[in-house]
Structure formats: structure tokens, C-alpha cells
């Protein structure tokens, strides 16, 4: 079956620190992966996009990367602060039906 | 500010009512969806517009739903003889085209308690 999953529990990290998401997927080929931010009774907001011929991309303290081998992308924020605490959410964009298939977003908690 | 915009914000109704929710997006975006998200979970797709044009249509969604975007510029989403599980976060999103970053902008969602 195809299915995404991010991690379920909260991840807590301390101020200052590196915080790592992970997105796994089985029996999809996107030719993108989206990462987006989501506040609290708030919409998405997007981050990031890689493509399936990418394997790292950055943007001011973010990092993602992307292994189709692996069927899987991570996504750092160096340096964290209490600001970037939220839920993130991955995306798969398989080019079909123009729909976006989305995990179920991982909750970060940045701690002073 | 001219990102995506909903209305209404929150939307409580009683089980058996019809509920409408409106979606205007970024202005020069041909391109709308329409999403659900329950809590703890990511958007489900629902609809997409290309313009005036419905293309696509989840077939999760029930005959209750419809949507229309009339103009090719606003949208909306009726949902008739509400049931307690259709209680979500409605969301919209639009976007000027696929052929470069695909990325959605989101509006801030409509989110329906339905009694």
C-alpha cells in the first residue's frame, strides 16, 4: 500500500540546537517533495521543494535532503529557536491529479 | 495583504444544516484546491480548480459536497445535511501554475464544528 509517514511523537530540542524530521514513503516515485509549516488553527506554509534529481537544498537555516534510493527526505533547522516551534508537514507531488499526498506533520517543540 | 482568503473563519452548525464556505484566491492564481484536514492529520485533497474548471475531484467526497468557482475567481464549497464527521478544517489553497515550484499558498481555513 502507499503510504507516508513522519514521526508521530513531538520532537522536543533544546534552543541552539539541530533539529532533524524525518519523511518516509513506500510504493510512490514524486517528482517532488514539499515541506511546509503549520501554526496552530492556522494554514500551511511553504518551506522548501526538492526534486526527485536533487539530493540537498537549503534556504537560510534550513536543509533538506531527498534520497530516492532510500525513500526518504530529512529536514534540519540549524541553529533552532523557540520561534520555529510548529508542525511540519511533508508533501509528495507525483504529478498526477494535481493533488499534493501529505504526512500527517511531526510536532516540533524548541525549548529555551 | 493579498495572500488567499476564507470565510468564514469558524462555522459551527447543527447536524442535517447546509454550510458554505468561501475561498478568493491570490488574484493572479488560476489554479484552486480545496483541502480537509481533521486534527493530527495532513490536508486531504478534495477538489481542484483550473480556472473555471473543476478537474479534479476526490472520490472520498460525497454527493453532500460540492464546490464551484464560477468566474475562475472565487470558490466556493457547500456542504448540505452536515454530519458530525464532516467537522474539519477546511482548506484552500491557490497557485499561478505547475510548471515551476508547485508550491501552494494556503489560506488561514474555515473550520466547521457541526453539533
Known amino acids: 500500500s502507499q503510504k507516508i509517514e513522519q514521526n508521530s511523537e513531538a520532537l522536543n530540542i533544546q534552543e541552539g540546537k539541530t533539529a532533524t524530521l524525518t519523511c518516509n514513503y513506500t510504493?510512490?516515485?514524486?517528482?517532488?517533495l514539499q515541506w511546509y509549516r503549520q501554526d496552530p488553527g492556522r494554514g500551511p506554509v511553504f518551506l522548501l521543494l526538492?526534486?526527485?534529481n536533487e539530493k540537498e537544498k537549503r534556504k537560510e537555516r534550513l536543509k533538506v535532503t531527498f534520497d530516492t534510493t532510500l525513500k526518504q527526505s530529512l529536514f534540519h533547522i540549524t541553529a533552532s529557536q523557540p520561534a520555529d516551534s510548529a508542525t511540519y508537514l511533508c508533501?509528495?507531488?507525483?504529478?498526477?491529479?494535481?493533488?499534493?499526498?501529505w504526512g500527517a506533520g511531526t510536532k516540533l517543540i524548541i525549548k529555551p | 495583504d493579498t495572500g488567499v482568503s476564507q470565510d468564514p473563519r469558524h462555522k459551527i452548525t447543527k447536524r442535517g444544516q447546509n454550510v458554505t464556505f468561501r475561498c478568493d484566491p491570490i488574484?493572479?492564481?488560476?489554479?484552486l484546491y480545496w483541502y480537509r484536514q481533521t486534527l493530527g492529520q495532513g490536508p486531504e485533497f478534495l477538489t481542484y480548480?483550473?480556472?473555471?474548471?473543476?478537474?479534479?475531484k476526490s472520490r472520498l467526497l460525497s454527493d453532500r459536497f460540492s464546490a464551484e468557482r464560477p468566474k475562475g475567481s472565487f470558490s466556493t464549497l457547500e456542504i448540505q445535511r452536515t454530519e458530525q464527521g464532516d467537522s474539519a478544517m477546511y482548506l484552500c489553497?491557490?497557485?499561478?501554475?505547475?510548471?515551476?515550484?508547485?508550491?501552494?499558498?494556503f489560506g488561514e481555513g474555515s473550520r466547521l464544528t457541526v453539533l
Open positions: 489553497a491557490s497557485s499561478p501554475a505547475r510548471q515551476n515550484t508547485g508550491e501552494l499558498f
Open positions: 480548480f483550473q480556472n473555471e474548471a473543476q478537474l479534479e
Open positions: 488574484s493572479e492564481h488560476n489554479r
Open positions: 526538492i526534486r526527485e
Open positions: 508533501a509528495l507531488d507525483i504529478r498526477s491529479n494535481y493533488q499534493l499526498i
Open positions: 510504493n510512490y516515485s514524486p517528482a517532488y
